[in-house]
Every structure is written in structure tokens, then in C-alpha cells.
């Protein structure tokens, strides 16, 4: 049997799907390659996605999703539109977090969920101070990776400093990742998956 995966979040996810289909090989890599492993994986991204957009789901994107295609394990990638806004409250943010990881995990019984690394920006939209930004995002980070660290159903993901800290896997907006910095944002999230499984 199959183990299903769902890779959800941000403008990242649904940029990394077309990437897939428009200038990979969409046979070689559509699940991951992990595909000899058992491994079915689907992505779901919502441009200016933020973690009310998920948990409010006006348009059933998500629910439609998980009804037809329920994950065994989510992967969630989300948190940079939240913190490039002035409107922002950590604790906020992070208590959301929680309950939509919740929501995952009873209502459509989601075994495991992986919490991403927020990714770093070099431009904000919000006219935010970058400061501010950059620590909300390490402390963010941090909380999540504490705090699930003994949690069997709910883990944290690092993307490492290859993919995060180089400002050559941007793109010239300062937000999204170009062709390099996808193909290793892929293979992240390759390591992601595998470290669940």
C-alpha cells in the first residue's frame, strides 16, 4: 500500500508543481522520485498563502483536496506572508499553527505533519523593517523546532543553509526562488518526506 503525501503551503508549492510539469521531467520526479519508495505525493499552493487563507478555506480548495486524495502526511510550507505583514502577532501566528495542525490531524486524520523552515527574504512587501522579519522568522522557527521535538506525529524541518542562506537562489523580486533554488527546494522537501516515513 501507498503512503500518501501532501505538500501544502505558499506561492513556493504551487510554483515548485509547475516547475515539475513545465521543465522537469514530470515522470521522474512527480512524487518526489520517490515513487519506488510507495510514495504518492500531491501539492497544493495558494499564492499570498498565509495560515488564516488555510484555515478559513473560503473556496474548499484544501477540503476538496484531502477528500480526494487523504494524506497520510502533510508538509507544510508556511509562515513567510504572514511575518511580511505589519499586522503580524507571533504567538498569534504560532497558536494558529497549532490548531490547523490540529485540524490535520482529527478531522482528516492526518498521521504525521512536518512543519517547514520559514524561508528568509531579501525584499518585503509589507514595507516591513527586514529585522523584524528575520527574527520573527528565528523565533518562530525555533519555537516549532523545540516544540515538536518530541512529538512522534509532528516533526520540524530544516532546509539548511544551502538552500536558505544563499541570496543566488532568488529570484530578482527577493521572495521566490528561481530555477536553481527550486530544484533544491525540491530535494528538501525530498528529505522531508523521507524523514517520516
Given amino acids: 500500500m501507498s503512503t500518501r503525501v501532501l505538500v501544502l503551503g505558499h506561492s513556493f508549492i504551487k510554483r515548485l ?99 517547514c523552515e520559514i524561508f528568509p527574504r531579501l525584499f518585503l512587501r509589507a514595507k516591513t523593517c527586514p529585522i523584524v522579519y528575520h527574527h520573527g522568522k528565528y523565533l518562530i522557527d525555533q519555537y516549532f523546532y523545540l516544540s515538536l521535538a518530541d512529538q512522534p506525529s509532528v516533526s520540524f524541518w530544516h532546509h539548511k543553509s544551502r538552500l536558505t542562506a544563499q541570496e543566488k537562489l532568488f529570484m530578482s523580486d527577493g521572495v521566490h526562488l528561481n530555477v536553481e533554488g527550486t530544484r533544491r527546494f525540491f530535494k528538501s522537501l525530498r528529505g522531508a518526506v523521507m524523514s517520516v516515513l
Avoid at 515513487?35 to 488555510?54: E, K, M, S, T, Y
Avoid at 474548499?60 to 480526494?68: D, S
Fill in 17 to 115: 508543481y509547475k516547475d515539475i510539469l513545465n521543465r522537469w521531467k514530470p515522470n521522474l520526479v512527480q512524487h518526489l522520485n520517490l515513487r519506488h519508495a510507495g510514495v504518492q505525493v500531491r501539492f497544493l499552493g495558494f499564492p499570498g498563502g498565509n495560515i488564516d487563507r488555510l484555515l478559513e478555506d473560503e473556496q474548499n480548495r484544501l477540503r476538496q483536496e484531502m477528500i480526494r486524495f487523504p494524506p497520510d502526511i502533510v508538509v507544510l510550507q508556511i509562515g513567510g506572508n504572514d511575518l511580511d505583514s505589519k499586522k503580524i502577532d507571533m504567538s498569534v501566528y504560532m497558536e494558529k499553527v497549532s490548531r490547523f495542525i490540529g485540524i490535520l490531524q482529527t478531522t482528516y486524520l492526518v498521521k504525521k505533519v512536518v512543519v
